[in-house]
């Protein structure tokens, strides 16, 4: 018998080799019903993987991440299978789960596939799912596994096989298709109910232009119909919402072929919402003891080389720019943190200074992959609301918090109300991806564990999505229709106060080295509005909003009292423009309505004789008559009331 303990630590015993499915079904055959992977001892398993030997466990339906990531991946080799039942000789890349959904990218060997052979794939996928097929591991030889995928002829697999260490390969099939893989999956194939293939892309193997371009094929799929129905609902809301046909009808940003691809350019309307953006961040960093630096677009080589960011980023980055000078190599910046370790470096430093808050709304540049990019949400060259924290290690927990306190502000007055805080740990079997000793890995984790207890955070712990030199926590937030974006960093750091060699004399006159917070609460400006636009679908919190009132008069000879409100308006700071175009009245009101203008005034004979406006709401219509003196203080209660 083996013990088996429950996510509430209650304990039962279980013959050796029990699945988890079978536990499920001690507890409820409906509960088993649903189970589709499990956590046994902190690792995903097959729900229908023997356990022989004492564990913890948690079972995992659809609803959970892990669940979803199984199904998930499940579906990607499902749709494989139909691939190689339709268009033999196809050889495949890699099939993963992802956020929403899968994709496989697939070599057809001289075939094509078009948009409308989906349905068709689709049609296959189900058909296999019906067969109820189940998900068999069996854990082969890298010998074995090499010989299989060469009689096959597939080198991709081989590639990736003889990269793998013997002993830690598995095979999975179902039905008559084989995969290498470490799953987990489904139990079976009949667990899939729904499915809907959503588009077709170019992809390089393994992201390398210099490789074969592959056909990469998207899906997502569901246990039930029912939900397939609720996410393509979802999907027109997102086009409707698609942040690029906002920011174009808003005339918020742009792009230029001639500027390059995936530098955006800021339009007048966009620059000053980016620009309260700033203020409103800048206020609130200016009340918690910030201090604002600006740092060189550029750096040496050499500071990337000391920090690692050269290391770890130097493929990601636009080549070095070789100036006259012999050997003298500068690269365009692909992190703001090196600079302001270089302004702490300036001088010597007490603990008396500390903690030193260092704020900058600092443009950096990553070199994406030309089909990557997208929109505002993947760019080339972004501004990060950068802030680095230098303070001693019992200060490190209270900074912490105070910074999770601007976080969660900024979601309160921005609606974002639905989040979850990830807690995200380096990868323990692969150390090899980050720098800095374990014992400053383990007290930086610790850390921020800790914080997002203290402050009652409702948190995930994901073991390798740490940064490279330091663990962090991430806000992962729902946005007004269900999807999921990453929005707001905190970083520990123990590594790059040690490889600049920063230090502060402490109480007692000795050197100590500093702990350094990296923190991002917009993450970068570009994203965060591509991702506020999704959300609020261009209808901006009154403050936020480029044009804050438009004054409509119903015909030409009011012009002169509409420029009268408008003098009116500006004493009080309220961004109002007059539609005088020759139009109808009813085609004005719609236009206006269509540019989510917050306030439309219009004004005629009655109004012009009253001193008053017909304010009209956009979205809500009519909110009555009212003199000026009267909108002005309705106004400015909405907009005391969005502000605190």
Known sequence: MIKITFPDNSVREYPEGITAIEIAKSISPSLANDVIAATVNGQIWDATRPITSDASIKLHKFDDEEGKHAFWHSSAHLMAEALEALYPGVKFGIGPALENGFYYDVDLNGQT????????????????????NPYLRREVSKKEALEYFSQKGDPYKVELINELEDGTISFYQQGNFVDLCRGPHLPNTGFIKAVKLTAI???????????????????????????????????????????????????????????????????????????????????????????????????????????????????????????PAEGEEFLLKPMNCPHHCEIYKSKPRSYKELPLRLAEFGTVYRYEQS??????????????DDAHIFCRPDQLKDEFCKVIDIILYIFRILDFNDYTAQVSLRDKNNKEKYIGSDENWEKAESAIIEAAQEKGLKTIIVEGEAAFYGPKLDF????????????????????????????????????????????????????????????????????????????????????????????????????????????????????????????????????????????????????????????????????????T
């Open 371 to 384: 089909g990557e990019l997208h929109g505002l949400t993947r760019v080339r060259g972004f501004t990060q």
């Open 201 to 323: 892309a170019g992809a390089y193997w393994r992201g390398d232009e210099k490789n074969k371009q592959l056909t990469r094929i998207y899906g997502i799929t569901f246990p039930k119909q029912s939900m397939l129905e609720e996410y393509i609902q979802m999907l027109e809301q997102a086009k409707l919402r698609d942040h690029r046909k906002i920011g174009k009808e808003l005339e918020l940003f742009m792009f230029s072929e001639k500027v390059g691809q995936g530098l955006p350019i800021w339009l007048p309307k966009g620059a000053q919402l980016r620009e309260r953006l700033e203020t409103f961040l800048r206020k609130i960093q200016k009340q918690h003891g910030y201090l604002q630096v600006i740092t060189p677009h550029i750096g040496q080589k050499e500071l990337y080389v000391t920090s690692g960011h050269y290391a770890k980023y130097g493929k990601d980055s636009f080549q070095p720019i070789h100036t």
């Open 113 to 132: 596939i078009s948009e409308a052979d989906l349905p068709k794939i689709e049609q296959k996928m189900l058909e296999l799912a019906r067969q109820k």
């Open 476 to 643: 992962m937030v729902r946005d007004a229709i269900g999807r999921k974006w990453q929005l707001g960093t905190i970083q520990v750091d123990y590594n790059l106060p040690e490889r600049f060699e920063l230090e502060y004399i402490g109480s007692d006159d000795k050197r100590y080295r500093p702990v350094m917070i990296h923190r991002a609460p917009f993450g970068s400006l570009e994203r965060f509005v591509a991702v506020l636009i999704e959300h609020t679908a261009g209808k901006f919190p009154l403050w936020l909003a480029p044009d804050q009132v438009v004054i409509v008069p119903v015909s030409e000879k009011y012009y002169d009292y509409a420029q009268n409100v408008l003098n009116f308006l500006n004493n009080y700071d309220i961004r109002t423009l007059i539609d005088d175009r020759n139009e109808k009245i009813g085609k004005k009101i719609r236009d206006n309505e269509l540019k989510k203008i917050p306030y439309i005034l219009v004004v005629g004979e009655k109004e012009a004789a009253s001193n008053a406006v017909s304010v009209r709401r956009q979205g809500e219509g009519d909110k009555g008559v009212m003199s000026l003196e009267e909108f002005a203080e309705f106004f400015q209660n909405e907009l005391k009331q969005q502000l």
